[in-house]
């Protein structure tokens, strides 16, 4: 069972879930879950292993279906036949999403396109996440975290206003963290959203933290 | 009408309403099979051309209809639980494939049969035994992809939106298939819609049709409250029943 | 977000194409094996010219169903494993237009290949001109279907280890229409009749195929990637 900690609702939250719940076969991963999380505030999900973390991340980004409860982004329901409620919003899980054959630039660019953001930033981007020295490398040849430093630099292209990021940190060096950090905190400030489901402190700064408590540890 | 529906759709309750109905879908589908049957091996003269042969048509058509119908209802339920998320009638949907199977089998082994006296020959490429032959693949596709998931939900979703696939390619398949087979054999005689069949010949055909429909809702029913027992495993209804106790006062 | 779906659709299959471009085997062995499959029939039956010519339609169409259920297992595997589909779920656009992008990429890469090899085996059959430009068109025409359909069952299967045979078995059957008409419009060009029946029918059942198969797929990818 998961309970909500801090943080009370308002008719304004950007980002609300209500009454999520979710079975594995036998298995309940969280039952009638509800959160929120407004603009310049970080939601924490915390928790052991298998305490679905994962899955609630996806339920949010629409990704898994929750069985009972429905997530509202703008007060728009994620879920719908069309993808209007995912406008401004970008996942990013444990793959990073970057095919092995493309170089680094040729990944970004993609999804630079497909966001719209300046293709010639697109080298500034990569010197700040450290890539630069990797940009004509096929990122097959990549290691690991380099290639979440490109996932991490794919999320900052999309402009969203709400980034989900399931465990970014993961495989980063110290610079890589500070990268992160850095990303969130002037995303925060520009009064974005983020999820984030982290194992290890994160410093977000001056924003507002709400977490989120999943699995019987709680 | 809406809370009578979502009353039915709530496991507990059909698990008893269907409990229930078995009989009295049954025993009239038994009374009917047997009445069919005197009608047709009995009362129903020989033809003047095939003889006794013909007097398999009385399990073939039955058959044959119902193997059609039954995928059709197959991919209605799973189109229901696909967009109304009603876990019932993906539990319809799952129970009806091994069924739909077993007739088109059914279906293909007295048109074989048959096929003997009328050509000689067990098999002929013949439009209504291909079109039977196809549906029994899709038949057997549905159900592999079925049994692939491990996540039941996964399957459910899944195999409907297969189902749905099938149902509209269905009617494509048969047209075609009898498009294909004009061309080989000229205009082909049609063995099942003969252009007048007596009297005495047709009414054992539409009981039978009638006996065989209640028997196919009849074991669908029964193997419905299998599945829904087998999926409710875990609640405190379904391990009462399994107790013995009635699910009525657990539910 | 300012992308145009004309534009979204153009981003999305020139990507495909490009990491197409650099995993050569896959452009290569839907149509080596489409060669191979052809080259069995005369070895195995009989080389006969006027033997080979009245199998020659069939033979053709066989293997290019088979040469496509082959290729496709490998439509959206990738992008489910790499994470790419989970970006692509999650676009403000409609997905099915993400699918038929993904899916004309594919045909592209291993349909179309098929596509201009068939004349030159249809000479080693001893098919006559007419007949060939006949079954040229046909597989122009019927291959795109085949993907279509078939991109249905890639997307259900995407998500399972040990797919191939699961899928052949699932969309086989759903592909015979297009196999018959196809086969037979070449057979009735070789017998000198006028096949532009089945032409009309084939490409009726493209126009279905293209405007069903990538909602379904894409209902079916949600499924899969959940």
Redesign the interface.
Known sequence: MARRRGGGFREVDLLTGTGLTLWRGANCLFDALSFSAAPGNALLIRGPNGSGKTTLLRVIAGLTLAEEGEVKWNGTPVIGCDNSGRHLMTYCGHATALKPELTTMENLRFFARLSGYPIRQIGELLVASGLAACADLPTRVLSAGQKRRAALARVFMSGAQLWLLDEPQTNLDSAGRQFLERMLQEHLAGSGTAVIVAHQSIDLGAAPVTVLQMGEAA | MWTWFFQLASPPHFYRMAGSLVPWLLWPALLLIVIGSWGGLVQAPADYQQGDGYRIIYVHVPSSYLSMMVYVTMAVAAGIGLIWRIKLAHAVAASCAPIGATFTAAALVTGMLWGKPMWGTYWQWEPRLTSELILLFLYFGYMSLRSAFNDLNQSDRASAVLALAGVVNVPIIHFSVLWWAGLHQGPSISKIDAPSIAFDMLWPLLVMILGFTLFFLGVLAMRVRGEVLEREFHSRWAQDVLRGASPMEAG | ???GLG??FW?VLQ?DL??AM??WSDICNPVIFFVLVVALFPLALNPRAEFLRALAPGVLWIAALLAALLSLNQLFR?DI????M??L???????GLVILAKTLAHWLVTGLPVVVVAPLLAITYHLPADAIGILLLSLLIGTPTLSL?GS??AA??A??RQ?GV?LA??????M??VL??GA?ATDIALSGDDPTGPLY?LGA?LA?ALS?APP?AA??IR????
């Not at chain 3, 494993?81 to 790419?84: A, L, P, Q, R, S």
């Not at chain 3, 779920?89 to 997905?95: A, E, F, G, H």
């Not at chain 3, 078995?169 to 759903?174: C, E, I, N, Q, R």
């Open positions: 977000m300012n992308l534009n979204l981003v990507r490009l990491v650099r995993r990738a494993e790499d994470g790419t989970e970006q779920l999650t676009l403000p656009y409609p997905l359909l249905i069952g259900l299967t998500g399972l797919s699961l078995l699932m969309v086989g059957p759903l015979l229409p018959m008409l037979r029918l059942l279905l069903l379904a209902m079916a499924i899969s990637a959940d």
